[in-house]
Nanobody, 123 residues
Framework: QVQLVESGGGLVQAGGSLRLSCAAS????????MGWYRQAPGKQRELVAT???????NYADSVKGLFTISRDSAKNTVDLQMNSLKPEDTAVYYC?????????????????WGQGTQVTVSS
């Protein structure tokens, strides 16, 4: 079993900053890409940012230059530094990890999600 636990959400005024953290634990052989996604009320879940084990990052156009994703592969953690937040950034933010686990059929990559953390940006 693999668990992802997020922390760091909350309420912030527009223009403020928040830092989200996600820690993966459990029966982890290795972790491939890690990332953050968000889902606003009435909208589909969307990609915010991803990062590979080698540090290659990918961002949604709406957050480029404002958000920074980072990871500590030794600790199996991924963070999201969010600056200059806007009301439209309000959403539940989810951590996702592509984790290699040992199964009866051998090593397999599975996607795991955290429970989500609420980010609310007031105007």
């Amino acid at each position: 079993q693999v668990q992802l636990v997020e922390s760091g959400g909350g309420l912030v005024q527009a223009g403020g900053s928040l830092r989200l953290s996600c820690a993966a634990s459990g029966s982890i052989f290795s972790i491939n890409a890690m990332g953050w996604y968000r889902q606003a009320p009435g909208k589909q879940r969307e990609l915010v940012a991803t990062i590979t084990p080698g540090g290659t990052t990918n961002y949604a156009d709406s957050v480029k230059g404002l958000f920074t994703i980072s990871r500590d592969s030794a600790k199996n953690t991924v963070d999201l530094q969010m600056n200059s937040l806007k009301p439209e950034d309000t959403a539940v933010y989810y951590c996702k990890a592509n984790v290699r686990v040992r199964t009866l059929a051998g090593l397999r990559f599975n996607d795991y999600w955290g429970q989500g953390t609420q980010v609310t940006v007031s105007s």
